[in-house]
């Protein structure tokens, strides 16, 4: 079955610590994005990709870096500069058209905990 | 920026029908709807584009109005399956052949028996 799979589901980290959550999709999508989600905040643009060793930042990049060295992956490195990390981390892909980004795919998401 | 959605909740009873409406301060390209359930990842739902064109669920439908920059999503005869977050998102070129998609904070339904 083809879609995009996100792990860990759950992670806990010190204050200090970077941490890196996964994000692969087997559905040859050229268009990768991350997510961040609060209550009553949304879904808020982390970072977002077309096309391999390319991206963009979001509206909310600080404190946070990705990469994209192959179609499939685009991990996201949640580092110790990001202030208030404890969130839930949701990464999506799409099939780019000329006119729009297109429909999203999303996975079932990352809770990221900060003790 | 975050387009804004209008209700932030509603709880309506199976049958009933509802709106839920989406604008923004900056000129919209295309909206996305999208559904979230509790504990679950989004599902789309339907893209609207400039020029009518519109892409998605048979039973929903929506409108997407350019000049006033506004999005409304229609739910007819809603179900108890119609329970859970919708959120709106606009895209916008970034360049490159790249888009923005910004979503919104969501308007959470509750449908009863």
């Known amino acids: 079955d083809g879609g995009i799979t996100q792990s860990p589901k759950y992670l806990f980290r010190k204050e200090g610590q970077n941490v890196t959550l996964s994000c692969e999709q087997n559905l040859n999508h050229d268009a990768m994005y991350w997510y961040r989600q609060d209550p009553g905040q949304g879904l808020r643009l982390i970072y977002y990709s077309q096309i391999v060793n390319d991206f963009q930042k979001g509206d909310i990049a600080e404190g946070y870096s990705v990469s994209r060295e192959k179609k499939e992956s685009f991990p996201l490195t949640v580092t110790s500069a990001q202030k208030n990390p404890t969130a839930f981390y949701l990464c999506a892909s799409s099939i780019r058209t000329v006119k729009d980004p297109g429909e999203l795919f999303f996975g079932e998401g990352s809770r990221l905990t900060v003790l | 920026q975050q387009p804004v959605q209008s209700p932030q909740a509603v709880i309506l009873r199976e049958g009933e029908d509802a709106v839920i409406n989406c604008s923004s301060s900056k000129a919209l390209y295309s909206v996305h709807w999208y559904r979230q359930k509790h504990g679950e990842a989004p599902v789309f739902l339907m893209i609207?584009?400039?020029?009518?064109e519109q892409k998605g669920h048979e039973k929903i439908s929506a409108s997407f109005n350019e000049k006033k920059q506004q999005s409304s999503l229609y739910l007819t005869a809603s179900q108890l399956s119609y329970s859970g977050t919708y959120f709106c998102?606009?895209?916008?070129?970034?360049?490159?052949?790249?888009?923005?998609?910004?979503f919104g904070k969501g308007t959470k339904l509750s449908v009863i028996p």
């Open positions: 609207l584009l400039k020029g009518g």
């Open positions: 998102g606009t895209a916008k070129p970034s360049g490159a052949g790249s888009y923005q998609l910004t």
